[in-house]
């Protein structure tokens, strides 16, 4: 403290402490230093913090083992992290299938990393539980699946722009020739979505221009339903007659259309009609129902959890606010707790005080805005005689997204909060989280 005189001649500053410990070694190998965390929080980074604090190193060398630091878990080197249950995602195959005919084919669409699941992995699993072949959106995509042992038929659904598809065709065929090879492809018929695909009623046509080609090879036929989960089924009526009378039109010209399927993950559980040859699942496989009319249908189990450890807590003052703007305001008689979990890790910013969070199978009120990296979350201290007080300390687990007892926090909550779809909450938290797969 600048301008006290009152130091006694044995004082040691922190500073000098620090210094000293730089150039003396610690006189005994073991650290007594007793760890602030509690021993339900993962040990490794703490012995390792421990062990870097004894000073023992070679002079020059960085004070930190990088080969270390990098076989610790991630929940050991960021206390923030997504599970995925692939039990959950056996499970879902198995339901979808249960509700096939026994030639029916299962094609899993695993584009967007699986949906933010991990793509190799989810993959691996669902054709072992019964996926016949799986989707993905582009060709970096099926390329990761090839490069992690993925052998199934990959499906690449984008397409070239418009005006080149003809051109892209023979260019297709002319490479696959070269290698003596067939050049397979699935025809997107364009059925009323407006999206991709060549219109129902140019089907033929379109086939003439390609088909002169030997290499060239259609393997099959498909449409997407836009809206095959409305409660209404009379644009889905229309959509699937215009695609029959496409497979109508073709066979009739002489081409096979192969490999027919049309039904998403609604259509698969709504309506038996249009399974055809295959049917095309993705949201259902990661246990979300597509819309509400699944549910008394389809047995369902989400694949995705998504946890964090309490990285600080604090008792803040009545009329004190917390996080950026100071929203809110805490009503004294709380603790207030960080995890390190944000925005950037896909825990949406508009969800901020509106979203629960669970920890020992109760729920506590997220607070405040939600920030880049890190939010929290309000436990109240006050003692009632109904409820288990609780008190929450540093390294406690804290459940972002899934279930504990009787508390559920789950994606389709947070997307009907947001008026968006589960999908694209499911994507947003494999932006930074680690995924443990279990």
Known sequence: FTGYSGISP???????????????????SHVNTPSPMRSSAPDGAFQYARDMSSGRRIQGELPFDLDRIDHLSSP?????????????????VADVRRHLGSRTRLMAVVKADGYGHGAPEVSKVMLNAGADRLAVSNIDEAMQLRKAGVRAPILILAQPPASSIPQYAIAYAEAADLHGMMAPYHLAINTGMNRIGVRF????EFLYQVSFHRALELEGTFTHFATADDADPFEMQIQTKHFIEALQGMQAAGFDPGI???ANSAATYRYPDVHFDMVRCGLALYGFHPCPE???????????????????TRFVPMSEGVSYGLHYRS?????????PIGYADGLRRNLSGNTDFIMNGRYFRQVGNICMDQCMFEVDMRSYGTRERIDPQVGDEVIIVGSQGIAEVTIDEM????DTIPYEIAI???????????
């Not at 947003?428 to 279990?438: D, K, N």
């Open 76 to 92: 050991e080197r960021r206390w923030a992290w997504s599970e995925i249950d692939l039990g959950a995602i056996r499970h879902n």
């Open 331 to 339: 009503p004294g008689s709380v603790k207030i707790c960080t995890v």
């Open 201 to 204: 009623d140019e089907a033929v």
């Open 294 to 312: 699944t549910r008394d249908v389809a047995d369902l189990k989400p694949a995705m959890s998504v946890h964090a450890r309490i990285t600080d």
């Open 428 to 438: 947003g938290f494999s932006h930074r989280l680690e995924r443990v797969y279990v």
């Open 10 to 28: 044995d004082f040691e500053s922190a500073a000098d402490a620090m210094r000293k410990s730089r150039t003396e070694a610690p006189q005994t």
């Open 415 to 418: 997307a009907y909060k947001l």
């Open 260 to 262: 027919v399927h049309a």
